[in-house]
């Protein structure tokens, strides 16, 4: 008796999952209305052609059933694209276009139950390409341990510059990618020996469209890292080393530590003011070809072109500084300003911007800088207005000579 109740159960069980899964079954995507018949044709009032696209204007009739409206258009690789515009606007937008060729456009008016118009046939002729202009504005040039590029975007598309270079056997190898929508970029490419090398750099945009190949021999300069193991804090009397309660030594700015939050150089609050500096004794006489500054620890990206962090900082170099702490025997070899490549206000930051910050901030020293073992950093202005400086690492590269 009881398996047979039991089995009576599995059987309304099996019974209610039937019904269900069928009803499941019959469930489609159907048209919003049932409407019959052709929606009215827009009407095409103005062609705008743009940098990659057009901007086609239009008027629609008035009428409650229509929802959208449709530009189908064929790449030049032969794809359909489809683009829709609400009703509520009077324009539709196209781009990704990678030339300047005429390209024949259908406009469709599309009721609410998918159903289309007859097409209103325009013409349109885009400008020049963004990632064209881009690419007329690179510029290449050797720089320490690899190549320098700089190139503007003005209209902030999303780009992916490409550096290659051609190997032993003559074959044609990646090495690097960069993603900006930056409006200016001032970007190295490193870790490249110093002999002469055939390089290639171009620019890809989000749609595919490459721009044209720059071919370049180009030779990196030699420079090293130096040794930070070296280098100890030289406290003169007008320097500050004072930290908030809790954190660690200015000598955590040295340590080779870019991750911890616990590792980052915390001025004290109390009686902070702007500029400030501190020394370095580097351990031996160097001939400087780069300063890297590291704002924030991977662990808080968040903390990058924020609170104390040094925006606009110079570096003095002496091999004599004077025990009464003032600047004589100093001389000033770098000024730098960290600039954000979004160029978005305090208290914001995209992607690239934190990409950009956590990497290091580069600055080159000019050729003709003598040789220093003292450095001070000092900090003109943080981000924020803070009066505290805030900083996890910094890196020189050049050359000892001693």
């Not at 599309?110 to 007859?118: C, T």
């Not at 001939?287 to 003095?316: C, D, H, M």
Request: charged fraction near 20%; charge should be neutral; glycine fraction near 8%.
């Amino acid at each position: 008796m009881v398996n047979l109740k039991a089995m009576k159960r599995y059987y309304l069980l099996y019974m209610l999952i039937a019904v269900l899964f069928c009803g499941c079954q019959e469930l489609q995507h159907a048209p919003l209305e049932d409407i019959s018949g052709n929606p009215p044709k827009p009407t095409v009032t103005k062609v705008e052609n743009l940098n990659g696209g057009a901007k086609i204007s239009f008027s629609i009739p008035n009428d409650p059933t229509i929802l959208y409206v449709s530009a189908v258009f064929q790449s030049k690789k032969g794809t359909d694209r489809e683009i829709k515009s609400s009703v509520f606007k009077n324009y539709i937008e196209l781009a990704g276009f990678g030339d300047t060729a005429q390209y024949q456009v259908k406009l469709y008016t599309v009721n609410k139950s998918e159903v289309k118009s007859e097409p209103a046939s325009v013409t349109i002729k885009p400008l020049t390409p963004p990632v064209d202009h881009v690419f007329k504005s690179l510029d290449i040039k050797e720089d320490f341990g690899g190549i320098n590029a700089k190139f503007s975007n003005e209209e902030q598309k999303g780009i992916v510059f490409y550096t290659m270079y051609k190997d032993e056997e003559g074959k044609w190898v990646q090495y690097d990618r960069l993603f900006s929508s930056a409006k200016w970029r001032d970007y190295s490419v490193r870790g490249l020996l110093p002999n002469p090398t055939d390089f290639a750099f171009y620019f890809k945009d989000e749609w595919g469209n490459y721009s044209d190949t720059l071919f370049k021999n180009i030779t990196p300069l030699y420079e090293e890292m130096l040794q930070k193991k070296l280098w100890k804090a030289y406290p003169l009397p007008t320097d500050t080393y004072t930290v908030q309660g809790g954190w660690g030594p200015i000598s955590n700015i040295w340590d080779g530590n870019y991750v911890a939050l616990a590792k980052l150089y915390y001025q004290a609050t109390s009686g902070a003011s702007m500029p400030n500096w501190f020394t370095i004794d580097l351990g031996k006489k160097s001939k400087f070809s780069r300063l890297v500054v590291f704002q924030a620890p991977t662990e808080r990206p968040a903390y990058a072109y924020n609170y104390g962090t040094p925006r606009t900082y110079e570096i003095w170099g002496s091999n004599n500084p004077s025990p009464n702490g003032s600047y004589d025997g100093w001389d000033l070899i770098l000024q730098c300003e960290s600039i954000k490549p979004s160029g978005s206000p305090v208290g914001e930051r995209t992607p690239e911007d934190s990409a950009y910050a956590l990497a290091g901030e580069n600055y080159n020293f000019a050729p003709e800088t003598g040789a220093y073992r003292y450095i001070r950093f000092k900090t003109i202005r943080s981000w924020t207005g803070a009066q505290n400086l805030m900083l996890t690492q910094i890196d020189l590269f050049g050359q000892p000579m001693e």
